[in-house]
């Protein structure tokens, strides 16, 4: 399941922008990118990135931060906090809570 997720994240543009002058159909924010040839002659730094521009793909695909295996999954957390409601308090709620979770939400009639 973590790695489910860590396949999807990917990275969003942010200055600074990388791109060819003159030929800038596609701008790159990743350094790391294999096809940013900035400081290359003809490549240029910028805050913004060209006007009608694509974004990197290769860039795109960088993640943002990088996959812990070591972090808990999910239901782990969901369950451990789950755990820290008091036992009276889950007695509180309606038996029918997950049968007619809109009725008690939003007032729309029970199923
Ligand atoms: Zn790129």
Not at 81 to 86: D, K, S, V
Request: hydrophobic letters at 30%.
């Amino acid at each position: 399941m973590n790695a489910f997720i860590g396949d999807f994240m990917m990275s969003r543009p942010s200055a600074p922008y990388y791109y060819k002058e003159n030929r800038s159909d596609v701008y790159h924010w990743e350094t790391s990118c294999s096809t940013n040839q900035y400081p290359a002659p003809g490549w240029i730094k910028r805050n913004t990135p060209p006007a009608g521009s694509e974004q990197c793909n290769e860039c795109k695909a960088k993640g943002d931060l990088p996959f812990d295996a070591t972090a808990p999954a999910i239901e782990d957390v969901l369950a451990d906090l789950a755990h820290e409601i008091p036992e009276e308090d889950w007695k509180r709620l309606p038996p029918d809570l997950t049968d007619n979770l809109d009725h008690y939400l939003y007032g729309t009639p029970k199923q």
